[in-house]
């Protein structure tokens, strides 16, 4: 059974402070996404991870960067976190162009 | 770049009658089309999936069709029942190696008893 874990289910950051999102999967997919899900917006694509040390950007990359030192490994970072960062962050991690599978989410609020 | 635009953004329907959710994709090289369901606070899972060698298919009370041509596709639910309930994606994919998908805004789908 595949299965996607992330670091927090909720987390609360104050304005300017360094968040770190962790996301494992023990499925040895090569492929790993961060999403933003916000209320009719849908999940937007920060950031992928086709290989360890490989990166590419999504369509909403601003503010944030990722970190892939293992296969396993996901990271997401806000370097500088900002009101407008509040949202759901999802991590996703897929074989090839198979299925996504994905963790339970993470509930960021900005103060 | 690639867009994918989601109608309608929510339905309504009574318990036992079909759902219709339809999706536009703009890159005619998408070649795989999957839709996920995401109930009240949990994640989003895979219900059903297409590719681009197929018109249709089918998997129990739901199906998917693609229309190549006109650029869109689209998820039937049949026989709703409440448990249907949930918010539904549609994505594309124009990358088998990447896996990179691009996402629907989501239809929240009401299932009336």
Redesign the interface.
Known sequence: DVKVTQSSRYLVKRTGEKVFLECVQDMDHENMFWYRQDPGLGLRLIYFSYDVKMKEKGDIPEGYSVSREKKERFSLILESASTNQTSMYLCASSFGGDEQFFGPGTRLTVL | ?ENVE?HP?TLSVQEGDSAVIKCTYSDSASN?F?WYKQELG?????II?IRSNVGEKKDQRIAVTLNKTAKHFSLHITETQPEDSAVY?CAA?I????????????TTLQVKP
Request: aromatic share 12%.
């Open positions: 770049g989601q953004s795989y999957p949990k994640r989003p899972q895979l999936d994606f994919s990358n088998s190696n990447t896996g990179k998908l691009i996402f629907g805004q989501g």
